[in-house]
């Protein structure tokens, strides 16, 4: 179980990293649609994972 919820945020994380990775490369190719994709999916990612952390957390499972 504890293995589940782990991999469950390091993907979480991993996928926030690629999207602030991908700001920057908006920002090369200056690419507006590209740029307000990449923020918006991070803020997606990170809503999503402090939510999860505070729902599991809430069940014991943190």
Do not use: C, N
Request: hydrophobic share 60%; aromatic share 6%; net charge positive.
């Amino acid at each position: 179980m504890k293995t589940s919820v782990k991999l469950k945020y390091f993907l979480l994380a991993l996928l926030s990293a690629l999207s602030i990775s991908m700001i920057g490369v908006a920002i090369g190719l200056s690419s507006w649609p590209i740029g307000i994709a990449a923020i918006l999916a991070v803020i997606v990612l990170m809503g999503v994972g402090f939510s999860q952390k505070a729902k599991d957390r809430r069940l014991g499972r943190l």
